[in-house]
C-alpha cells in the first residue's frame, strides 16, 4: 500500500524544475536539495568509484522511499517521476545507504561507470500552507547523471557478469582501468594478454602496461598497434568465502579507426516521454 501511495504522490506531483548544475568526476561532497527556490540539485559524474551524498530537508519526505537493501532499491528514470527502475539495474553497482532513519540523507556509491550516460532522479515531497489559500504539494529534487566513458578511461570493473569497453587508437594512445572490491587483474603477468575470446592467452604487442599510483592499470601503445581486440579479466578470489564465480571483463578495441561498442550487459527500461506541467 505505501509503494502505491508513493507512486501516486511522485505522479501528482508534475513540474519543470529550474537547474542547479554542478559537475564533478569523482564526488564526495553532499548535495543539498533547494526547498526555497524549488529547483532540481544536478550533480554529473565522469569518473569511477565516485560517492554523493543526497540531502532532503527535514520537513520532506525521500522518494523513492529508502528500502535498506541495494538490490531493491529504486530510482526514479524520469524527472515527474513516472518512470522507475531499480538503481542496480540502472547504474549496476551502484548501492544506496541511510545511516540514519531520522535524517533525510542517503549516500549513493558508484563504483562503475554505464555503458551510456544515465540519469537518475530522487524527489523531496512536502507539504507547503499558504494563507487562505489551503496546503499544496511542494517538492524539489536531484538529478544525477553518469557519464559513459571516453576511450581512454578511467573506468572500473567491479560488477562480476559485465563487461566494460575501452580503446587506444594511435602510438601515444593510452587508456586506463581498474579491477574494483576483491577482483584480481587476468592475466597477471605484464606482457601477456587475452584474445577477444577472453580465454586464449597471447603476448602483448605494440602496446605496454603499467600500473599508476592510483591502482590503476594503464596501456600505452609504443607504436599504432594492429587493429584488434583484446582481453582482461577482473577476476574474484577464489579464497574468499561466498566469492561470485562470474568475471568481469574489459576488452580494449586497438588500432587505427577502433572504436569501442557500447552495449549495455543489464537492460535499462526506457523512460517514457510525457507532458510536463508547471508546478504550482
Request: hydrophobic share 35%; net charge neutral.
Amino acid at each position: 500500500m505505501a509503494a502505491v501511495v508513493e507512486v501516486i504522490l511522485a505522479v501528482m506531483v508534475v513540474f519543470l524544475w529550474p537547474l542547479t548544475s554542478v559537475a564533478s568526476s569523482n564526488v564526495s561532497s553532499t548535495l543539498q536539495c533547494d526547498k526555497t527556490n524549488k529547483r532540481l540539485a544536478t550533480e554529473t559524474i565522469s569518473t569511477p568509484q565516485a560517492t554523493l551524498k543526497l540531502a532532503c530537508p527535514s520537513s520532506t519526505t525521500f522518494l523513492p522511499t529508502y528500502t535498506g537493501d541495494a538490490g531493491t532499491q529504486t530510482v526514479y528514470l524520469t524527472q515527474d517521476g513516472s518512470s522507475t527502475e531499480k538503481l542496480q539495474t540502472a547504474l549496476p553497482g551502484a548501492t544506496a545507504k541511510q545511516e540514519d532513519s531520522q535524517t533525510n540523507e542517503m549516500t549513493l556509491t558508484f563504483p562503475q561507470l554505464p555503458d551510456t550516460s544515465q540519469t537518475v532522479y530522487f524527489h523531496c515531497l512536502g507539504t507547503e500552507n499558504i494563507a487562505g489559500q489551503g496546503s499544496r504539494k511542494e517538492v524539489c529534487g536531484f538529478a544525477v547523471t553518469l557519464t559513459a566513458p571516453p576511450p581512454q578511461g578511467p573506468q572500473a570493473c567491479v560488477v562480476p557478469g559485465t563487461t566494460i569497453r575501452l580503446g587506444i587508437a594511435n602510438e601515444g594512445d593510452t587508456t586506463r582501468f581498474t579491477c574494483g572490491g576483491d577482483l584480481k587483474l587476468s592475466p597477471t603477468a605484464a606482457d601477456k594478454v587475452f584474445k577477444e575470446d577472453c580465454s586464449t592467452e597471447e603476448s602483448l604487442k605494440d602496446l605496454k602496461r603499467s600500473e599508476d599510483k592510483n591502482s590503476y592499470f594503464v596501456l600505452t601503445a609504443t607504436k599504432t598497434p594492429s587493429k584488434t581486440t583484446h582481453c582482461y579479466l577482473c577476476e574474484p578470489d577464489p579464497t574468499k568465502k561466498g566469492h561470485n564465480d562470474k568475471n568481469c571483463a574489459v576488452l580494449i578495441a586497438v588500432g587505427a579507426g577502433s572504436r569501442p561498442t557500447a552495449r549495455s550487459v543489464f537492460g535499462v527500461a526506457a523512460p517514457c516521454i510525457l507532458a510536463l506541467l508547471h508546478f504550482t
